[in-house]
């Protein structure tokens, strides 16, 4: 079983940033794509960014340019440095990871979601 552990959520005025982080844990052989999606109240949860293992990245047009998302590989952990943060970033933001056990099985897991509030 993998659990993926999120982190780094909070209160932010807009034009701030926040890091956020999700590191996976468990019987994993590797981890093809990691990602971040995000839900807003009343709104169908979204794509934020994916990155692949061989560092390919795949962003929302909403977020180019303002997040970086990227991975540590030895670590199963994967980050979203979000700036330039915007009333509309607010959401529960949520780590996904498209992974392998040691039987070649493929699984998709999330985590329990960690909420970005931007507000003055």
């Known amino acids: 079983q993998v659990q993926l552990v999120e982190s780094g959520g909070g209160l932010v005025q807009p034009g701030g940033s926040l890091r956020l982080s999700c590191a996976a844990s468990?019987?994993?052989?590797?981890?093809?794509?990691m990602g971040w999606y995000r839900q807003a109240p009343g709104k169908q949860r979204e794509l934020v960014a994916a990155?692949?293992?061989?560092?390919?990245?795949n962003y929302a047009d909403s977020v180019k340019g303002r997040f970086t998302i990227s991975r540590a590989n030895a670590k199963n952990a994967v980050y979203l440095q979000m700036n330039s943060l915007k009333p509309e970033d607010t959401a529960v933001y949520y780590c996904n990871a498209l992974y392998s056990d040691y039987a070649r099985r493929q699984f998709d897991t999330w985590g329990q979601g960690t909420q970005v509030t931007v507000s003055s």
């Open positions: 990155i692949t293992s061989g560092g390919d990245t």
């Open positions: 468990g019987s994993i052989f590797s981890i093809n794509t």
